[in-house]
């Protein structure tokens, strides 16, 4: 029995499935004039933008792009991209990417509409006054989530730490989850980025703010991406099993962003501000070793 009230927060509409990012340009419509697109230029470079700036003319929706998000993302790129924000004229964000310019775009989001905040004064829960700029949140690993958390993971270059924002005021307006624009992740990106959905379905489960939602969630990511990870990994055109595995980031991704993770992500956090390992590398490397410890 149930002894508590919980919350549970996401994005106002999801849509999934393949072709979902095909949808940009008609809630693009509905958010604002101009939109300015956050990615790395990686995706820009294999065209995995494409699609997505294609709905955005048919829709007539103006777009600029800044595409200079870094893996691992660091404070001065997101002054650097407020400045690109500013100096476009555009009044909402689309991120295309993994989680690097996901989180990018929400910390751009919330120092818009915060006027002379520095991002540092986010760290911790709660800390954003004023709701951040609409943002659409298109992911193109399986993954980290993003497009669904109240969280932005920022890294502290003066003092090497990655800060951890929570707050419900960056949470995504919508979101475009669409497993295409996934089939062209190499396998070690395919794996390092599984490995951190599975992680976060395992310590939203485990964790003491779970509750019954979060743990349906939680369960059937673990389910969903047991099954389909090494497949996504040996044979990465498989649509099936990379649909699978997105929907299942998906769930980790609500799943966690209302119940919290734990000692994983916990340690793997100054393991990446230290030695810049990819964040789904760190987890993965701790997550067997944390289970054993804590069982
Ligand atoms: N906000 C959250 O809730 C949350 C949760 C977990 C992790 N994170 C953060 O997310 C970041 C990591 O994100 P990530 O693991 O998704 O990786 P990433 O965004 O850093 O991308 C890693 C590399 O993969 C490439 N890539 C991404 N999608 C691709 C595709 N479809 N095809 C080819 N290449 C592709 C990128 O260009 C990049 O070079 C870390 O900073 C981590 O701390 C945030
Ligand atoms: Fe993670």
């Not at 775009?105 to 919330?110: D, E, H, M, P």
Request: aromatic share 6%; proline share 6%; with cysteine.
């Amino acid at each position: 029995m149930m002894t508590k009230t919980c919350q549970f927060k996401a994005p106002s509409v999801i849509v999934n499935g393949p072709g979902a990012s095909k949808e940009t340009g008609s809630f693009g419509k509905g958010i604002g004039k101009k939109a300015l697109i956050v990615t790395d230029t990686v995706l820009e470079q294999k065209g995995v933008l494409n699609e997505i700036k294609n709905s955005l003319e048919l829709a007539g929706v103006a777009y600029s792009v800044y595409n200079k998000v870094v893996n691992e993302p660091t404070m001065g790129y997101t002054e650097e991209g407020l400045k690109a924000y500013k100096e476009s004229g555009a009044d909402f964000l689309i991120a295309v990417g993994g989680g690097s310019p996901i989180d990018t775009a929400k910390a751009i989001a919330a120092l818009a509409t915060n006027p002379g905040r520095k991002v540092t004064e986010f760290l911790g829960a709660d800390k954003i006054p004023n709701p951040g700029s609409p943002l659409i949140a298109i992911p193109t690993t399986a993954g980290t989530g993003s497009e669904v958390t109240q969280f932005t993971i920022i890294t502290d270059t003066d003092r090497d730490v990655k800060m951890l924002i929570a707050s419900p005021m960056i949470m995504p307006k919508v979101a475009l989850v669409d497993p295409l624009l996934t089939l062209s992740m190499p396998q070690n990106i395919t794996m390092a980025t599984g490995l951190d959905a599975l992680t976060h379905a395992i310590e939203a489960y485990v964790s003491v703010k779970a509750h019954p939602l979060t743990d349906t969630l939680a369960l059937q990511a673990i389910r969903i991406i047991g099954a389909n990870l090494r497949q996504a990994w040996s044979n990465g055109d498989n649509l099936e099993a990379r649909t699978n595995m997105i929907i299942g980031s998906l769930h980790a991704g609500m799943a966690f962003s209302n119940a919290s993770v734990a000692l994983v992500h916990g340690m793997a956090r100054p393991i990446g501000a230290y030695f810049h390992v990819p964040h789904g590398v760190s987890n993965a490397a701790l997550l067997p070793i944390v289970i054993e410890f804590s069982i």
